[in-house]
């Protein structure tokens, strides 16, 4: 399997639950990214990790809580979330300066 | 002021159309400038990618970057339907490792109509 995949596709969750989005990449690249895009808005910045250490906290909120066990995986763990978190969650990975790769996406619904 | 200023439609043309997409920025510190596409339910792919000024050609596309304006566009020769999609520009600044962030514009909903 290539490219960068995301996992699951499409989530339902309450705002008492918990629950996490995955992210694999199969393309060797050394920085994985999550990005939340909202209708009408431009892609959000979430976390940056590069080597698998954190680069960049874009102020999300603390019930949003990434991991990056190593380079190729990417996790976002969500509790306690509100309705106005419903958007489309957004991997990427990058290993050079020629632009990102993204995952297909988690359509995230907080009801 | 938004760091990248993207309009975002919707844009319809007829089939064979020439479509012409553009953003403006604010930031003088970007040199490296990307375009996506994004069909519905997908993650967006690249489509070009341009350093500084100048133009690329790939195709039917076209990506001209004017660093004095602070101007890029993304040109689309004899449109098909299936170029029918969200159109993003991107954009970074020159400074620390390649993995930086990239900002976005709103992005462009494209319809190509047959």
């Known amino acids: 399997e290539t490219g960068v995949t995301q996992t699951p596709r499409h989530l339902v969750m309450g705002m008492t639950n918990k629950k996490s989005l995955k992210c694999e990449q199969h393309?060797?690249?050394?920085?994985m990214y999550w990005y939340k895009q909202s209708a009408k808005k431009p892609l959000e910045l979430m976390f940056v990790y590069n080597f698998k250490e954190q680069t960049e906290n874009n102020s999300v909120p603390s019930r949003f809580s990434p991991e990056c066990p190593n380079s190729s995986h990417l996790f976002l763990h969500l509790h306690t979330l509100q309705p106005e978190d419903s958007a489309l969650y957004l991997c990427a990975s990058t290993g050079d300066s020629q632009g990102y790769t993204f995952g297909s996406g988690t359509r995230l619904t907080v009801v | 002021q938004k760091e990248v200023e993207q309009d975002p439609g919707p844009l319809s043309v007829p089939e064979g159309a020439i479509v012409s997409l553009n953003c403006t920025y604010s930031n003088s510190a970007f040199q490296y400038f990307m375009w996506y596409r994004q069909y519905s339910r997908k993650g967006p792919e690249l489509l070009m990618y341009t350093y500084s000024s100048g133009n690329k050609e790939d195709g039917r596309f076209t990506a001209q970057v004017d660093k004095s304006s602070k101007y890029i566009s993304l040109f689309i020769r004899d449109s098909q339907p299936s170029d029918s999609a969200t159109y993003l520009c991107a954009m970074r600044n020159a400074g620390g490792t390649s993995y930086g962030k990239l900002t976005f514009g709103q992005g462009t909903i494209l319809t190509v109509h047959p």
């Open positions: 393309l060797g690249h050394n920085a």
